[in-house]
């Protein structure tokens, strides 16, 4: 037996359904010609007759063919099931969705966008875990990085999204205090790094 094409269980199906090669072709939007032709070439693959043509109005199925129309039509109803549960899912989110984030920024503006974005999808719930440090994102099964700086593996996608700034800042105190020229004379003041960049002190 050749390789059966399964496309034209469908073609078979809705001339059994109808009982007309014409009526099957309205239905499937196709000429009366192709589905004719799509069922000759499974009656081939399966080498019997599927069809047996009782009158000019009316097709009706052979044994072999009465024998496969029913599994045909549960064959086509769980593809069309599996196509619409598909469908719906890329419709609206669903699951968990992991995100990584600094803290500061994480807080300021993603934590509210996440709550809103529960709130627009209910069946979808979203973990945010808030660290400056880097975070393994294979190890923790993170979906999506927010990340503050430069992109040190090369192996990770990445988009950029914003740009920031960075500002030389001082108390009031401190600036008074301060005798300043030249940028090379800033590195004997003192200053917080921020660990979380890779060369803190450039």
Known sequence: METINLNRLAYF???????????????LGITKTVVSQQVARLEAELRTAL???????????TEAGRLLHAPCVMILREAENAVGELAQTNAEPMGVLRIAAP?????SAIAPTAAAFVRKYPACSIDLILSDARIDLV???????????????????ARRIGSFRQLLVASPDLASAMSVDEPAELAASPFIANTALSDPLV
């Open 103 to 107: 803290n500061d920024y994480g807080a």
């Open 51 to 61: 069809l047996l043509l009782r009158t000019t109005r009316r097709v009706e199925p």
């Open 13 to 27: 199906a809705a001339v059994v359904d109808t009982g007309s090669f014409t009526r099957a072709a309205e239905r």
């Open 139 to 157: 190890a923790n099964q993170i979906d999506l990085s927010l990340r503050v700086g430069w992109l040190n593996d090369s192996s990770q996608q």
